[in-house]
């Protein structure tokens, strides 16, 4: 599993920062989540629209968690390079700054890649 470095353009954009996990799936997101005392409030698969082929059988994930005084929504694509698959996930974050901040450290903490 990879962190995705967050990258923060303005003040506004500190305050929902947009995390990305590579090689987890939604559905392993959304428990680290419920760890941090958030609840899944919706999940589902769907279908992407577009061009035909394998694209349009490969579904793409949504998500939200919601805990004390933040919101996580998630979306997962998943890549393939030849004949490895990976998932990408990312998560975005909104809500009170301080929560928002306890969440995105938390998520370091759970991927053992603080620090890195």
Known sequence: MRWGAVEFEDEAERHAPVVVLRGVGWRMVARYLEKFGGELTTGHEEPLAGSGGLAAARPRVLAEVAGKG?????????????????????????????AVQQ???GLRRMTHLEGR
Do not use: I, K, M
């Open 70 to 98: 933040w919101r996580a929504r998630l979306h997962e694509e998943v890549e393939f390079t030849g004949a490895l698959r990976t998932n990408r996930v990312e998560v975005s974050l909104s809500g009170e700054p301080d």
């Open 103 to 105: 969440v995105v450290l």
